[in-house]
């Protein structure tokens, strides 16, 4: 039966395709892609020579009924964002919520996306996390950086080079400078680089070293000292 895949591709190194993933985007009837030249560079890495649909955060709102019909009229097709998993930070919630309230069966493939290798790479507990995506760049901010001051899991956030600066000072005026934390530059590429320490080390090191490139910052929960502290000051 026609079926929506949901397809990861590398984050930037290309081996890390998976023999799956090649699979079924060699038999889908359509790829869907958030950038159909970057997509179309991959295919063509991979040797398929696929019909490409144009799917993106401008035009998903409108598109999503015409690719549920598609499938429904009994073609397959696979979505795969410019990098990683579609869905995570990318265009992929709405279609997949659309597909499964038509009905259509929705089967996403395991493979790349930054903030696994970020969160093993940080060394912090990974048994519970959580993951926060881009922050809000103004509105909304400071309440969401509050809320997460007394998080006590690990928190990912996908962040840009130019504002990852801004965001440490934030997080160290709000969280204190001897938190830990981890930046992952580049993950899978040539130039990967993860630093790691206390917000103010952090600083230091990105203030010295201007940030480039694709950056995931993981940050470690609210220490067990500081919770039970602020707890007996309570009472
Ligand atoms: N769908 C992707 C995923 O599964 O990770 C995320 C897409 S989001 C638009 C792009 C952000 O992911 C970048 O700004 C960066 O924060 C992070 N990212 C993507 N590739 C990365 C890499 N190679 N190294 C570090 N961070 C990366």
């Known amino acids: 039966m026609a079926k929506l895949y949901i397809v990861p591709t590398p984050i ?22 958030e950038d159909t030249r970057t997509s179309g560079f991959l295919l ?4 398929l020579d ?4 144009s799917h993106h955060k401008f035009n998903e709102h409108a598109a999503v009924e015409a690719v549920a019909s598609t499938i429904l ?3 397959t ?12 930070s990318d265009p992929g919630f709405l ?3 659309t597909c499964l309230e038509r009905g259509i069966e929705v089967e996403t493939l395991p493979g790349p996306t930054a903030f696994v290798p970020a969160l093993i790479n940080s060394g912090f507990p990974a048994d519970r996390f959580c993951f926060e995506g881009f922050l809000p760049p103004k509105k909304g901010r400071s309440k969401r950086l509050h809320v997460l001051a007394e998080e006590s899991r690990t928190m990912i956030f996908y962040e840009s080079p130019y504002r990852l600066l801004k965001t440490l ?18 993950l899978t ?6 630093v790691r320490g206390t917000l103010a080390e952090l600083i230091e090191h990105f203030t010295r070293r201007e940030p480039k490139g694709e950056i995931v910052l993981v940050v470690a929960g609210k220490p067990r000292k500081e919770r039970d502290n602020q707890s007996e000051t309570e009472e």
Do not use: C, M, Q
């Open 12 to 33: 930037g190194n290309l081996d890390d395709i998976t023999l799956r993933a090649v699979k079924v985007l060699s038999e889908a009837d359509i790829v869907l892609a």
């Open 95 to 97: 279609l997949v919520r």
């Open 189 to 194: 590429k040539k130039f990967e680089e993860n």
């Open 169 to 186: 000072k934030e997080l160290a005026d709000l969280f204190g400078p001897e938190r830990e934390a981890s930046v992952s530059r580049e």
């Open 44 to 47: 063509k890495h991979l040797g």
């Open 77 to 88: 097709l696979a979505l795969v964002s410019d990098a990683g998993t579609p869905g995570i």
């Open 50 to 53: 696929k019909k490409l649909w």
């Open 73 to 75: 009229g009994g073609e």
